[in-house]
T-cell receptor, first 115, second 115 residues
Framework: DTGVSQNPRHKITKRGQNVTFRCDPI?????LYWYRQTLGQGPEFLTY????????KSRLLSDRFSAERPKGSFSTLEIQRTEQGDSAMYLC?????????????FGSGTRLTVV | AQSVTQLDSHVSVSEGTPVLLRCNYSSSYSPSLFWYVQHPNKGLQLLLK??????LVKGINGFEAEFKKSETSFHLTKPSAHMSDAAEYFCVVSGSGGGADGLTFGKGTHLIIQP
């Protein structure tokens, strides 16, 4: 297992376009999290899944954002009608239920630039 | 709600001198606290964790942190800085960042190591 994998590493898109990111968690981890990190800030929680169920969404996750984890394995995060304010690093993390906050493994992130 | 405040946005030290990165927390109950490090173009890596077993916590790469309830602090220290320690450091609390075991990050401290 090579850890949490995120693709693409970088994405440049024009304002108004849709983008989709993918996260492949550690295979035995049943929890998957999405965070967003803007320049000069710490990561902020967006949403999380336990298996295929999306159990919580942050108020940061506007209706232009949608996340899925269809088979409880990989996850996708889609942003529709991108805006310049969406420019950020999108981080994925996975953990096993019951490990607490110390069970996280983070991916390297997808850096989105909206021009 | 729980939160963390990192008191310095940037810290600069000379190689071989001690490092001190300051973090205060706010919590209505005994928190789980962490320090993460983020090197450029790499994923977040857990340095150490406090989960009430011991107030002095030792982590990787010679870092340690002391939980002081009376001061609501969880400062990160290292006796002797190395050039490879240059990175962004995040103080993190678990439990209120969304989702089971969700993480709430501080804004980060950028550690600069002078040769």
């Amino acid at each position: 297992d090579t850890g949490v994998s995120q693709n693409p590493r970088h994405k440049i898109t024009k304002r108004g376009q849709n983008v989709t990111f993918r996260c492949d968690p550690i295979s035995e981890h049943n929890r998957l999290y999405w965070y967003r990190q803007t320049l000069g800030q710490g990561p902020e929680f967006l949403t999380y899944f336990q298996n295929e169920a999306q159990l919580e969404k942050s108020r940061l996750l506007s209706d232009r954002f949608s996340a899925e984890r269809p088979k409880g394995s990989f996850s996708t995060l889609e942003i529709q009608r991108t805006e310049q304010g969406d420019s950020a690093m999108y981080l994925c993390a996975s953990s096993a239920a019951g490990t607490g906050g110390y069970g996280y493994t983070f991916g390297s992130g997808t850096r989105l630039t909206v021009v | 709600a729980q939160s963390v405040t990192q008191l310095d946005s940037h810290v600069s030290v000379s190689e071989g001198t001690p490092v001190l990165l300051r973090c205060n927390y706010s919590s209505s109950y005994s928190p789980s606290l962490f320090w993460y490090v983020q090197h450029p173009n790499k994923g977040l890596q857990l340095l150490l964790k406090y989960t009430s077993a011991a107030t002095l916590v030792k982590g990787i790469n010679g870092f340690e942190a002391e939980f002081k309830k009376s001061e609501t602090s969880f400062h990160l220290t290292k006796p002797s800085a190395h050039m490879s320690d240059a990175a962004e450091y995040f103080c993190v609390v678990s439990g209120s960042g969304g989702g089971a075991d969700g993480l709430t990050f501080g804004k980060g401290t950028h550690l600069i190591i002078q040769p």
